[in-house]
C-alpha cells in the first residue's frame, strides 16, 4: 500500500537523475553519492508511490510504464531549481526581498502552507506576502488581477483558467480533478445525502455534465466555496467536492472517496506573472520551487499501467 506521505524532494531528483543516466553506478557518480544510496532512495521512492519504477532485472537499466510516465520533466526541473539555488546563495543579507503572491484560499490552506518551510529554509533571503484571489475568477475579478500584475502590485498571481492578457505570462501548473468525498462512511445511497456545493463553481458545472444522471437525483446545498463545505460536513455524512490534490491533507486524508464519479477539468490551475525580458531571481526561485513540489505531490497519483 502507497504510502500517504508525498515522496520526499531528495527521493525524487535521485529518480530524476537516475532514469537518465545508464546505471545506478552512472547517477551516484553524478549526484555525488554511493550506489547503495541511489538503490535506497529508488526503493523508497517505489514504495511512497506504491509501484516499480525501474524493471527488477540486473542486466536492464530500465524504466517500468509508471516511471516513463513520471521521467520526463523531473530532472529538467531540479536542473533549473539547482542553477536557482546557485543565483541565491548569492544574494546578501541586506538584499531580502518581499514577493506579492495571490492565491485561492483552499490551494494554500491544503497544500502550500504545510509545505512554505522548505521554502524559507532554501531560501532565506525570500520572503512571501500572500493575499487571496478566487480560484474561479468572474470577469471583474480577472481584469483586476491583470491590472494588479501590470502595475506590479503584485508579482504573480494563481487561478483556474485562462488570462486573455498578452502582457503577462501564463504557466499551467496542472488539471485539477474533483471527487466526492464525506468524512464518514454511510450506508445511504450517495443521491439521498445531503451535497455542499458551490453551484457557481465550474467544477459543478462540469460534474453536472460528465454524471448528469446522478446529478439529477442530487439534493445540494448551496455554499460559497469549498472551504465552507469542507468545514460545514465535518463529522456528518454530507457530501461535497474537493480537488484531488488537496486529499493527502491531514484533515482529509481518510475522507471517504467517491472516485467512480471524479471529474477532471477543462482547463488548467496557473500561474500568472508580468511578461518580463528577465524575471526577478526571487520570482523564477519561487516559480521553480512551486513547480518542483507539485510534481512531488502529483507523483504520489502514479500507479501502475
Given at each position: ?100 503572491i495571490a492565491l485561492p484560499e483552499s490551494l494554500l490552506r491544503w497544500w502550500l502552507s504545510s509545505r512554505l518551510a522548505e521554502f524559507y529554509a532554501l531560501y532565506p533571503h525570500i ?137 477532471t477539468l477543462p482547463e488548467p490551475v496557473a500561474l500568472t506573472l508580468k511578461q518580463r525580458q528577465r524575471q526577478p531571481v526571487a520570482l523564477v526561485a519561487f516559480v521553480k520551487w ?16
Amino acid at each position: 500500500m502507497a504510502s500517504e506521505k508525498s515522496p520526499s524532494l531528495n527521493a525524487l531528483r535521485v529518480f530524476a537523475f537516475a532514469a537518465h543516466a545508464d546505471s545506478f553506478k552512472q547517477a551516484a557518480q553524478q549526484l555525488g553519492v554511493s550506489q547503495s544510496n541511489i538503490t535506497r532512495q529508488i526503493q523508497a521512492l517505489e514504495e511512497q508511490l506504491g509501484t516499480r519504477l525501474f524493471q527488477r532485472d540486473n542486466r536492464v537499466h530500465a524504466l517500468t510504464p509508471a516511471g516513463e510516465a513520471l521521467a520526463p520533466d523531473l530532472l529538467r526541473l531540479f536542473k533549473e531549481l539547482d542553477r536557482t539555488v546557485e543565483r541565491t546563495r548569492h544574494i546578501g543579507d541586506s538584499e531580502l526581498t518581499t514577493l506579492r503572491i495571490a492565491l485561492p484560499e483552499s490551494l494554500l490552506r491544503w497544500w502550500l502552507s504545510s509545505r512554505l518551510a522548505e521554502f524559507y529554509a532554501l531560501y532565506p533571503h525570500i520572503q512571501v506576502q500572500f493575499n487571496t484571489v478566487p480560484l474561479f475568477p468572474d470577469a471583474n475579478e480577472r481584469a483586476n488581477i491583470c491590472a494588479q500584475l501590470q502595475h506590479e502590485q503584485l508579482d504573480m498571481a494563481i487561478h483556474y483558467g485562462h488570462l486573455r492578457d498578452k502582457a503577462l505570462k501564463q504557466v499551467a501548473l496542472y488539471t485539477p480533478t474533483y471527487v466526492p468525498v464525506a468524512p464518514t462512511q454511510s450506508d445511504k445511497a450517495l443521491a439521498s445525502r445531503p451535497w455542499l456545493i458551490d453551484v457557481n463553481a465550474p467544477y459543478w458545472r462540469h460534474f453536472k455534465k460528465a454524471q448528469a444522471h446522478l446529478a439529477k437525483q442530487l439534493k445540494t446545498r448551496p455554499v460559497g466555496n469549498s472551504n465552507i463545505a469542507v468545514d460545514l460536513i465535518q463529522g456528518t455524512d454530507q457530501i461535497t467536492l474537493i480537488d484531488q490534490l488537496f486529499l493527502a491533507h491531514p484533515q482529509l486524508r481518510d475522507y471517504v472517496k467517491h472516485t467512480e464519479y471524479q471529474v477532471t477539468l477543462p482547463e488548467p490551475v496557473a500561474l500568472t506573472l508580468k511578461q518580463r525580458q528577465r524575471q526577478p531571481v526571487a520570482l523564477v526561485a519561487f516559480v521553480k520551487w512551486l513547480e518542483a513540489r507539485l510534481a512531488s505531490s502529483l507523483a504520489g497519483n502514479v500507479r501502475p499501467s
